[in-house]
């Protein structure tokens, strides 16, 4: 089963051998869906609360799944070569990509899961880049600090050694880091490409940093840079703000709480602001 929210998958859940699935989930308005082999999938569009939390979705059979044909069925004694997973990025279809991430690396995101979700993340969304996008890598505590000057999507090794070595310390300030991304979008610009910067972060800002993140966040929406916002495990409150940054920045909130969807959530944010 999925829930996901603005078409972007926020959950998987596991069903149990009766088909009941038992999940944390936070507060939000999802479509629920819930597929399996030989039968045909079901949805609905529901709010979740803790009043409002008990949902039945009832498979129908599929009467032409034949699984000797549809690829449940593996004859004995043969073998098979891997197909190739599909590209997710096909030129044709998505622009180039000019990413800044900016990385909360305050000391608050040292707790529970919170790196292991910003490396995950990252991680697979590197997988999938191609030769012709440029990835870079600003982190945001005390001071703000470029972990890694733009590269191609091509140096994949370099890109995933330095989100591995990710570490959690320090205190919250995040004027300096947005500052110092737009000064990197505007010298690694991509003509018709998507000029982006990412932020990832588990809270919301510190006030008195608040109102000059809102006006670069604005100043460089008329440049055409988009701004995004992936909050991780965050509050209610820190989500409030994060996504009217977003909002502002002409670009998406994301809401990242499980390690299934990390990349999946990045990956979507990609397709959808890059393609043609």
């Known amino acids: 089963m999925r829930l996901e929210e603005n078409g972007y998958l926020q959950l998987r859940l596991l069903t149990n051998n009766q088909g009941q699935v038992s999940q944390e989930a936070r507060i939000g308005f999802f479509e629920i869906s819930a597929e399996k082999s ?119 090794d370099e890109i995933l050694t330095v989100v591995k070595d990710l570490q959690a310390g320090g205190k919250t300030s995040g004027t300096k880091g947005f500052r110092r991304s737009y000064e990197i979008l505007r010298k690694t610009f991509v003509r018709g490409g998507n000029t982006q910067l990412i932020v990832i972060t588990d809270g919301a800002f510190n006030p008195e940093d608040q109102a000059d993140i809102r006006k670069l966040v604005y100043r460089s929406a008329s440049r055409q840079f988009r701004t995004s916002t992936v909050a991780i495990r965050g509050g209610a409150f820190a989500s409030t703000k994060l996504s009217e940054l977003a909002e502002l920045g002409n670009g998406s909130f994301l809401s990242l709480d499980s390690l299934d969807i990390a990349g999946d959530l990045l990956i979507g944010e990609l397709r959808k602001q890059s393609r043609k």
């Not at 004995?76 to 197909?83: F, H, L, V």
């Not at 590209?87 to 899961?113: C, H, K, R, T």
Request: hydrophobic share 35%; charged share 25%; proline share 7%.
């Open 38 to 156: 030989g039968y045909h999938p079901a949805s609905l569009e529901s709010y979740i609360n803790s009043r409002h939390n008990r949902f039945v979705l009832r498979l129908r059979r599929d009467p032409s799944f034949n699984p000797m044909t549809d690829g449940l069925y593996i004859p004995p004694d043969t073998t098979a070569e891997a197909e190739q997973a599909p590209e997710l990025l096909p030129e044709d279809q998505y622009a180039a990509n000019n990413i800044v991430f900016l990385l909360d690396i305050s000391g608050s995101m040292s707790v529970g899961d919170k790196m292991d979700l910003m490396r995950k993340a990252l991680g697979d969304l590197t997988e999938i880049l191609r030769p012709m996008d440029q990835l870079t890598l600003v982190s945001y505590a005390d001071e703000a600090r470029v972990l890694m000057t733009t590269r191609s999507g091509a140096d994949k």
